[in-house]
């Protein structure tokens, strides 16, 4: 059949995780290694977000050692897949051991990490919402934009409190960034609009009716449901097969410069703990 590239490979793990059939991703995994080719960086975090995004946080962590121990290094992409797997589990410490062990290695961490710990807290036994307003005031501090955590705050404590909370950070601004930060949500009403081929305008509409609403309202409905502990719902895991998901975020590409104790060691059936 002539030498298969590690690319053609990715390729066909990519179809094997969109059809959901774990047997076969493992299955080519160890047909590459069987013929001299080594599993990239993209092949692991392929596996990985499959596992993740059903919240296999075991499984996704059993993934990452495997990477580590054959010398592949890990991006800001698998970590932040990691802790997209640990938050729909509740498991904010272990979210921010993580992002502490990331940020002493100098790594600069992007709104994704921001967002699995938002949910983490919305998803603990009980709701650590405290910790949600101090996870947003941390993120904005660090520069990072209030309207890329809007979703998942608005998931997590309902419309009416996210835009609260969200007005009492923002008005600490100066008046420029506040109003830079209102010019970007609405062109993100509007972007999201089209893609739901819904008609959002978000100048005249508001949410009450008449009443002017808050600058970081939209006019989805399903948006003043604060979803709780329900915002990130744990999925058991089949047996044989793994849900259809998309691909990771292709952003921040480049390998992290972990040192090699910063990864993870496992403990039991595939799981693992942070160093």
């Known amino acids: 059949e002539g030498e298969l590239s590690v690319t053609v490979y990715n390729s066909v793990i990519h179809a094997c995780v969109q ?13 590459m290694r069987n013929r001299g080719v080594e599993p990239d960086v993209k092949t692991y975090n392929v596996v990985i977000n499959a596992y993740a995004s059903m919240g296999d946080s075991e499984q996704a962590q059993l993934w990452l050692n495997r990477m580590v121990e054959r010398g592949v290094k890990p991006t800001l992409i698998t970590y932040g897949t990691i802790c997209k797997a640990l938050a729909r589990h509740g498991l904010v410490d272990r979210i921010e051991d993580i992002m502490k062990l990331l940020e002493r290695s100098g790594e600069e961490l992007n709104e994704y990490f921001y967002v699995s710990l938002i949910y983490a807290c919305g998803a603990s036994q009980p709701p650590d919402y405290v910790r949600v307003e101090e996870v947003f005031r941390e993120l904005v501090t660090k520069g990072i934009k209030p309207l890329v955590v809007k979703h998942s705050l608005t998931r997590v404590l309902g419309t009416d ?9 923002v008005s600490d601004l100066s008046p420029d960034r ?15 609009g089209v893609v739901k081929t819904r008609s959002v ?6 949410t009450d009716g008449g009443t002017e609403s808050s600058p970081w ?6 948006a003043n449901q604060p979803a709780g502990v329900g ?13 259809k998901v998309r691909s990771p975020v292709s952003a921040h590409s480049k390998s992290c410069r972990v040192p090699r104790e910063v990864g993870l060691q ?10």
């Open 19 to 31: 059809k959901g059939d774990a047997d076969r991703i493992e299955y080519y995994i160890d047909r």
């Open 161 to 169: 409190k996210a835009n609260s909370l969200m007005d009492s950070v």
């Open 178 to 192: 506040r109003r830079e930060d209102e010019q970007k949500q609405q062109h993100h009403v509007r972007f999201v």
């Open 201 to 206: 305008d978000c100048e005249s509409t508001s």
């Open 217 to 222: 309202s939209t006019a989805s409905s399903s």
């Open 231 to 243: 915002a990130v719902p744990c999925l058991s895991r089949p047996n044989s097969r793994i849900a």
């Open 266 to 275: 496992c403990h039991g059936r595939g799981g693992a703990t942070a160093k």
